[in-house]
């Protein structure tokens, strides 16, 4: 893979076999990437990066979290991302750390496990970077806790919480209120 001297972004990709099989049994299979990485494009579109500061990854995993949620109640489009954003600076607020976090707004497909009615709608992504430090079952129980009150606050059957290390899922949680 041809990288520049000093890189805009590194896009890490997991390059690893990935397996698949649903809870019924059903569906299964695997993937594992075949030959080696190359890089594509003009590298004269990377500039210098003006990085400030680094966790050294090798010493210390880096724990993020994402969580999933929609904005209808049922069928009916009923909260926004200024009211999750709210709901989060409250939490983490409480929970005693800076509020930083990002927001993906996006649109999603629902099935309700009320129901099973599919449900259209927006929703966001809230990510979590734990800059704080704290321990995976300190982050892992802030989290939770945190989508927990999202799904309350927000009358969600459920949110779905993403645990990362390093960039890699290692846990996803359906959370209801």
């Known amino acids: 893979m041809t990288t520049p001297k000093r890189p805009a972004a590194i896009i890490n990709a997991d390059m690893r076999l990935k397996t698949w099989r649903s809870k019924d049994g059903k569906h299964a299979g695997h993937f594992r ?16 990066n003006p990085e400030t500061w680094d966790n050294n990854a090798e010493d210390t995993p880096t724990l993020s979290a994402r969580i999933f949620v929609g904005f209808n109640v049922g069928h009916v489009p009923t909260y926004n991302v200024d009211q999750l954003i709210e709901i989060v600076q409250a939490v983490r607020r409480e929970q005693g750390h800076k509020p930083d976090s990002s927001f993906i707004a996006q649109k999603g497909l629902y099935t309700s496990k009320r129901d099973g009615s599919l449900v259209t709608e927006d929703g966001a992504q809230v990510v979590i970077i734990n800059l704080a430090g704290d321990d995976m079952t300190t982050f892992r129980n ?19 919480l993403e645990m990362q290390r390093d960039g890699m899922t290692t846990r996803t949680s359906g959370v209801r209120p």
Do not use: K
């Open 142 to 160: 802030e989290m939770m806790v945190l989508a927990e009150t999202i799904a309350g606050q927000m009358q969600q059957e459920e949110v779905i």
């Open 33 to 48: 990437p075949n030959g080696s990485a190359i890089f594509v494009g003009d590298e004269s579109v990377f500039r210098r």
